[in-house]
């Protein structure tokens, strides 16, 4: 998930804490809000004889799907986490099967398998850390809401089995802050970078703002301009477009924290 | 390999024309200036049952192993050059067998098959003719000579089968101009971006500066500091340190020539 929802009523944990606390199982909330200036990650994990195809499209579509770590086949402790355990240091899991989602679980250990491969992709939170820093206000946030998502008529490239459409987050940026928003956030390579596109919604096929294939609608207000960001709900749509056997993703808002922090991924 | 050689002499061909002259058999040549202002790039291919871990190994080692594209199984023809061929499109190969360097060839349609995955990685001559433009000197440019390159004592990111030490490539850089230098090349993340280390080249395990592991030795002058790049020959050292049994490359300086221009990989 390539979003911020609203900010978890628990008191802010660190990276480590909070892991440690989904492990116990007492901790099934958002992540954002936890752990300020980390990076948190989207995780996408297929068995082994699709993870080339898997790595290749990440590749192919590095605005979707910036890589911040792929993992070996069976290895589930992340270099940038150590001592950490992806199979139950996340809040919440959902599995597919065959295109579908089946079930929504707190730890995998009972689906692990050897020829599991686990990828971590960079999400919208480090550069929206950024963004308010900068000055730059983010509605969603003011409002407690989570960003609004829209599937969109742009292919993604595909690679192997794996092909969908571009999923894009939008944010209501007044005008004069649009250059800002494109400066800071074109440096977060690796949590989507710029925007794919500025002000022209329907090129991207959506009709109508108000009502976001994901998360929750937020107005514009006049002299706001939507922006478009590539978004980390496109793994997810994409395992679903190309009906994927199996996958395991975090549930959505449930991201992976990490020991990394924010600026590493400059 | 990630070095400018001597200029050809022949004149100047255009992407295209040097590409069909490889594959009529009549360009054997270095490639470098050539299709001024378009992306070369270093080739690597590799069976398909390794192809998953080289491209976690270039996804762990982006400076070293930045990637340009990554072909699927089988298929020879890039996006990066429309009606290209990389069986025949570049001036020589080298074919690679159990980690030792097995035959030089100008065509490798005799040792294609359905299983070979081809990956090309950024080049440093993208960044060159940046650093050009924005009048910083090029001492190896200006003597005719190739870059000069080391194998140092730092070990990249291994990944399944793949490790190996870094190769970087140096030139000595006057003290006034080695910001601007940073500043220039940290844009062509695609092209092996900013350097990885100024001036302490006994920190990465090099001894003597007039004497390269590959490539030739160049001067430095009073005022000038040594700059280091991550470079293109990581992952030919990197084949041979993990005695790949089967590996093709392009052979040295005489780089796949991309339709891409330069400017588009920032």
């Not at 950490?84 to 730890?107: C, F, H, M, W």
């Not at 074109?186 to 500025?198: E, K, L, N, S, T």
């Not at 590539?230 to 679903?240: H, R």
């Amino acid at each position: 998930m390539s979003a911020r929802p609203a900010v978890a009523a628990d008191p802010p944990l660190s990276a480590r804490e909070l892991r440690a606390r989904c492990r116990q199982g007492t901790f099934r909330g958002h992540t954002s809000g936890h752990a300020f200036g980390n990076v948190q990650a989207n995780l996408m994990i297929v068995p082994q004889e699709a993870a080339f195809d898997f790595l290749v499209f990440c590749q192919r579509n590095p605005k979707p799907c910036p890589l911040i770590e792929v993992l070996e086949a069976g290895v589930p402790s992340p270099q940038c986490a150590p001592g950490s355990d992806i199979r139950s240091d996340l809040p919440s899991y959902r599995v597919y099967r065959d295109g579908k989602l089946a079930q929504e679980t707190n730890d995998i250990h009972a689906f692990w398998r050897e020829d599991l491969v686990s990828f971590l992709i960079g999400c919208s939170f480090s550069f929206e850390e950024a963004l308010l820093r900068a000055g730059v206000p983010l509605r969603h946030i003011e409002l407690g809401r989570t960003v609004s998502m829209y599937r969109t008529k742009v292919e993604c490239q595909s690679a192997g089995r794996f092909h969908g459409p571009l999923v894009v987050s939008m944010r209501p940026i007044p005008a004069s802050l649009v250059p800002k928003a494109i400066e800071v956030t074109a440096r977060f390579a690796r949590a989507h970078g710029a925007p794919v596109q500025v002000g022209a919604p329907e090129q991207l096929g959506i009709r109508d703002l108000q009502q976001p294939d994901y998360g929750d609608p937020v107005p514009i207000e006049l002299g706001e301009i939507p922006v478009f960001w590539a978004c980390g709900v496109t793994p997810q749509s994409v395992a679903l477009a190309s009906k994927s056997p199996f996958c395991i993703t975090h549930a959505p808002g449930r991201m992976f924290v990490t020991d990394l922090r924010s600026d590493q991924l400059l």
